[in-house]
């Protein structure tokens, strides 16, 4: 069986919200977690079971694209590596906080690892590292991180592999 393209997949969600005369969202942008295979698969699975219900990422990433960050009620087709979608996402906060800052309470929304704080800096300090060099910026304490929560609206019948 062919694998549906995120525009399918969103016409699919579009078709699902004119039934119940919901507001239909004007447009989203279809993305996958983090930069390698495993982990993009990972954290789709996790948010797809409803586990992960935020993410994070640097301001400076999104000012070094020249794109916006993320806004509440914002729509995202989350796929996997190969860009299957697995499932929409809505935008239901927003908060920019110091790295240092990051509260117990977001590490826990992550759903990564054992949810901890200690854990979520341990990997995200990695990650925004890496992030940072492909930048050109020195990674610190108080880089401003971009504190997303959200909520899935839509999802495949299945999750597309075991």
Known sequence: ???????????DY???????YTTIPANYEAWYFCNNEESANHLARLVYEGTKQATASLVWSYEAEGSPIPSIG???????????PVCIIKTTNIMV???????DSFAYE?????RSL???REVHTHFFTEECKAIGRE????MPVVCESFK?????KTFPIS
């Open 97 to 103: 906080l110091p790295f240092d800052q990051v509260p």
């Open 1 to 11: 069986m062919d694998r549906q393209t995120t525009s399918e997949f969103w016409n």
């Open 139 to 142: 990674p610190s304490p108080n």
């Open 14 to 20: 579009i078709t699902s919200l004119s039934a119940s």
């Open 118 to 120: 200690r854990y979520w």
């Open 152 to 156: 899935v609206v839509f999802r495949a």
């Open 74 to 84: 914002d729509h995202s087709v989350i796929t996997l590596w190969d860009g299957t």
């Open 110 to 114: 992550e759903g990564e690892g054992d």
